[in-house]
């Protein structure tokens, strides 16, 4: 498709409960991104893919959040045991390019609100 | 590392008037920039990008954007405002092949009539 399909748009969940979220990225696009927006502004970058491979996880907290990307099936970001520091909206975006020349394409968000 | 100021962090402006939204970054390397805009509870869409060659680039909505490497900038601008240019802008530096991008603050536009 021609759009960054994100799902669910809203979860809550009870600290210490898992959250998995999904995006589904426009077909073509190689390269998948998650970022997790805190607050109103703060854009902080978790990881990437190249297709189903990690491309760069530099900003992923390991020891809760994890990620994948299958062939034929939506990415996914789990958070395991989650933290009321986890309440963000995370955004997945696509890009052809691992260079960015398109620049990104952002699905709408899924607004997580750990309780 | 990379990183992105955004000089402004709201920016209140009249219906047709110009705006300009300012961006300085900081990179010991070359990098690309961008500039995106966020409706209320919609994800980032892409307004101008800037690659290479002319300094001056053009984007969506009447928008544009001047690089300058003497003062690593990044400004955008509109000559005149609609009401629904009210968005948050956000200005982005993202390493030549890396992927990822380092995005600023972000700067809250509001058109007011």
């Known amino acids: 498709g021609e759009e960054v399909a994100q799902t669910p748009k809203h979860l809550v969940r009870g600290e210490g409960q898992k959250a998995k979220l999904y995006c589904a990225p426009i077909?073509?696009?190689?390269?998948v991104f998650w970022y997790q927006q805190v607050l109103k502004n703060e854009f902080k970058f978790l990881i990437s893919?190249?297709?189903?491979?990690?491309?760069?996880e530099t900003g992923m907290p390991k020891e809760r959040f994890s990620a994948k990307c299958l062939p034929n099936s939506p990415c996914s970001l789990e958070i395991q045991a989650t933290k009321l520091e986890d309440s963000a909206v995370y955004f997945c975006?696509?890009?052809?390019?691992?260079?960015?020349?398109?620049?990104?394409?952002f699905g709408s968000g899924t607004r997580l609100t750990v309780v | 590392a990379q990183s992105v100021t955004q000089l402004d962090s709201q920016v209140p402006v009249f219906e047709e008037a110009p705006v300009e939204l300012r961006c300085n970054y900081s990179?010991?390397?070359?990098?690309?920039l961008f500039w995106y805009v966020q409706y209320p509870n919609q994800g980032l869409q892409l307004l101008l990008k800037?690659?290479?060659?002319?300094?001056l680039v053009k984007g969506i909505n009447g928008f544009e954007a001047e690089f300058n490497k003497s003062q690593t900038s990044f400004h955008l601008r509109k000559p005149s405002v609609h009401i629904s240019d009210t968005a948050e802008y956000f200005c982005?530096?993202?390493?030549?092949?890396?992927?990822?991008?380092?995005f600023g603050d972000g700067t809250t536009l509001t058109v007011k009539p």
């Open positions: 800037y690659l290479s060659g002319s300094t």
């Open positions: 975006a696509s890009s052809q390019d691992r260079g960015l020349l398109g620049g990104y394409t």
């Open positions: 990179s010991s390397v070359s990098v690309y």
């Open positions: 077909k073509g696009h190689s390269y």
């Open positions: 982005a530096v993202a390493l030549r092949n890396a992927g990822k991008s380092t």
């Open positions: 893919f190249q297709n189903e491979n990690v491309f760069d």
